[in-house]
């Protein structure tokens, strides 16, 4: 059939790899896989059935809403899911309960759903609570402050209901070991936790890929991989490979034509690009309408695949919603022609840490921003 001539391929077998490198850096340690936002855009269900068997006994799948959650519950019937944001309101604290689910309680007004909601079931049932009590240490996002948590502490606790309890936090820096904020969050966190009585027995869980990578010491019982399972690096100013990962997804696309535009000339939308001699232009057919980021300036590359070899041309010029244009000089190539726009192909691999760089984004938002008009392919 026809397509938009862009495609993103899908590796499950990286994808297992990357889980494993995560379990290399954090040995020992349950893993919650995070395949949130449609599993970081590369699709949740094969992103969830392709990680299965690599799962342990008590491994779970970490999304951020119940929806996401309900979703997933029919391609993972049986692994545990953690839902991050938790409820907002009755209906959705029951879903959660009922459903089995795992959530993070992060503030007093969900404890107080929780009362109410336990208050109307007047003790007819001792419904299962896993709860992620998530503490805030200095992200100032979601998370119970300090002096609330005792309380909620003192009062989960007192309820004596089946269930797991993990205390968690969030780090707002891991990306970037110098800063302060990471090393004070794993000293508050540690403060609170030991100040919580009868706290001991409760499983822990505070790093993300950055800190599964970059901070040891912060790796508590159970670590929440999220990027690093699709092959970018968490660090900044790095690409995945440094941590030996590789991408998942490789978005790609083809070379509509080539035009030969006159010295003086300019390319595209705002008339951007200058020629200062003649030069083939290539036209690629992917746009912003696909995913690929409009902020990306002339220069990025993309990798071409002519003549049997590899090559590497600049953009040129402004992306527009179905295409963008790349300057050929020295490249033998025609319609019809694969191009990378980031992933690996053809023994090469064009990260999309180093795109990402080139738009002012991370990974995970170009991941994130590919859309339904990209065939995906597994
Ligand atoms: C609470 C929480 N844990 C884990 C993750 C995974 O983070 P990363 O993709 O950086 O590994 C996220 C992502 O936003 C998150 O919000």
Not at 53 to 80: C, I, Q, Y
Not at 191 to 205: F, K, V, W
Request: aromatic share 8%; with cysteine; net charge negative.
């Amino acid at each position: 059939m026809p397509d938009s001539h862009s495609w993103a391929h899908i590796d499950v077998e990286a994808l297992r790899h990357n889980l494993e490198r995560a379990r290399i850096s954090a040995p020992g340690r349950r893993v919650c896989a995070v395949i949130k936002a449609n599993a970081y855009g590369h699709g949740v269900h094969t992103v969830a059935k392709a990680l299965q068997p690599v799962l342990h006994g008590n491994d779970l799948f970490a999304v951020a809403t119940l929806h996401e959650a309900l979703t997933l519950r029919h391609t993972a019937s049986t692994e545990a899911i953690l839902v991050m944001r938790g409820p907002l309101t009755l209906e959705e604290l029951t879903l959660l309960v009922q459903g089995g689910f795992h959530w993070v309680l992060h503030s007093r007004y969900q404890a107080e759903l929780l009362k109410n909601w336990l208050k109307s079931l007047a003790g007819a049932v001792s419904p299962t609570l896993n709860i992620w009590l998530k503490i805030n240490t200095g992200m100032n996002r979601l998370g119970l402050p300090a002096e609330e948590l005792h309380d909620i502490w003192r009062w989960l606790q007192s309820l004596k209901l089946p269930g797991e309890r993990v205390l968690m936090s969030h780090f707002a820096t891991a990306d970037e070991p110098e800063h302060v904020l990471a090393h004070q969050q794993q000293t508050a966190f540690a403060e609170l936790i030991n100040s919580l009585p009868d706290a001991e027995h409760c499983s822990r869980s505070l790093s993300a890929s950055a800190g599964i990578v970059s901070w040891p010491q912060a790796h508590h019982d159970i670590v929440r991989p999220g990027i690093m399972l699709y092959g970018a690096s968490p660090m900044a100013d790095t690409d995945g490979s440094y941590y030996q990962l590789k991408p998942v997804m490789s978005l790609k696309s083809r070379l509509l034509t080539i035009n030969h535009v006159k010295a003086g000339d300019t390319v595209g939308y705002g008339a951007t690009y200058h020629c200062d001699q003649d030069t083939p232009i290539g036209v690629i057919g992917i746009g912003y309408g696909d995913g690929y980021p409009r902020h990306a300036p002339s220069g990025t590359p993309v990798l071409i695949y002519a003549h049997g070899e590899v090559w590497e041309a600049p953009l040129a010029g402004r992306v527009s919603m179905d295409m963008l244009t790349v300057d050929l000089r020295g490249i033998p190539a025609s319609p019809g022609d694969e191009v990378l726009l980031w992933g690996q192909s053809w023994g090469s691999e064009l990260p999309a840490d180093r795109i990402a760089r080139y738009a002012g984004t991370i990974a995970y938002e170009l991941f994130c921003q590919v859309t339904s008009r990209v065939r995906f392919i597994v």
